[in-house]
């Protein structure tokens, strides 16, 4: 970690934590749902969440659910069917992040969001850690096949109410990892080895409530890295953080990355 410059014995928040992120060499960040709610997805635990307004929901999501009701699937794939993904955009809290990895800065990208959003900000695939999965693809739960969730959908639009894998016969459903559903083999290990690995842990737009990725915290501490909180709300964890931000993350993300007030790309060479 580089030597950051001098801060003020009480140092405004949003210096403190661009005084961290700018004297690291290496940054592990989590994201979840706050940092694409400017981009017109609700997040879910908020105020106007999704499970806040329609706890129903939230028991959809649940797995044994999922496989217990039919209704509950076919209410699920026509929501998928309507394009409730479709007119989401990467906004400027993702492109900063994009920024980040440009700078040679980035370690890890661990997302809990499902929208796939940072990959069509231009993130490399290979530095993101999908931990909840993605509505881009679907999965069969028989044999595990995966493949493009548009393929599905055509079907469902078609008139397939329920559709099953069409090589098994297995349930489908959005490549996510329901509640009662593992984790996909390596991806809590990728993101716990960040938060060990990397110099500063920045955690975005989440709660921090939801395990275990919530473990990088803790894990970042007990490694001796500082971690920098920057959500909307108070999260679960702030009292282990070393900087403490509250905002909108399109405007406060940009700042404590160093990214130009015109929205401009930061250079790389």
């Not at 955009?89 to 990895?101: A, F, K, M, T, Y």
Request: hydrophobic share 40%; charged share 20%; glycine share 10%.
């Amino acid at each position: 970690m580089r030597e950051a410059p001098g801060m003020p014995e009480t140092p405004d928040p949003v210096m403190a934590a661009a005084a961290l992120l700018d004297g690291a060499d290496s940054v592990a960040v989590l994201t979840g749902a706050g940092i694409s709610t400017d981009s017109g997805i609700p997040d879910f635990r908020g105020p106007q969440g999704i499970w806040t307004l329609n706890p129903a929901a939230e028991k959809a999501s649940n797995l044994q659910v999922y496989l217990a009701d039919p209704e509950v699937r076919r209410a699920n794939w026509q929501v998928m069917a309507s394009g409730i993904w479709d007119a989401a955009r990467p906004n400027v809290g993702h492109e900063s992040l994009v920024d980040l990895e440009r700078s040679g800065r980035l370690h890890t990208l661990v997302t809990q969001n499902v929208d796939g959003l940072h990959l069509m900000a231009g993130t490399d695939p290979d530095r993101i850690v999908e931990v909840h999965g993605t509505v881009r693809r679907s999965m069969c739960l028989g044999c595990g096949v995966q493949a493009p969730v548009e393929e599905v959908l055509e079907r469902v639009r078609a008139g397939e109410e329920d559709p099953q894998c069409l090589d098994c016969g297995g349930l489908l459903k959005r490549a996510t990892v329901s509640f009662g559903q593992q984790l996909f083999p390596g991806d809590l290990d990728r993101a716990l080895a960040a938060a060990r690995e990397a110099d500063v842990v920045l955690t975005v737009g989440t709660t921090l409530s939801v395990g275990p990725v919530n473990l990088m915290v803790p894990e970042a501490v007990r490694a001796g890295r500082p971690v920098v909180v920057l959500n909307g709300e108070p999260t679960e964890m702030d009292d282990l953080a070393e900087v403490v931000l509250r905002g909108q993350i399109a405007e406060v993300l940009p700042q404590i990355l160093g990214r130009p007030p015109d929205g401009g790309r930061i250079p790389t060479g």
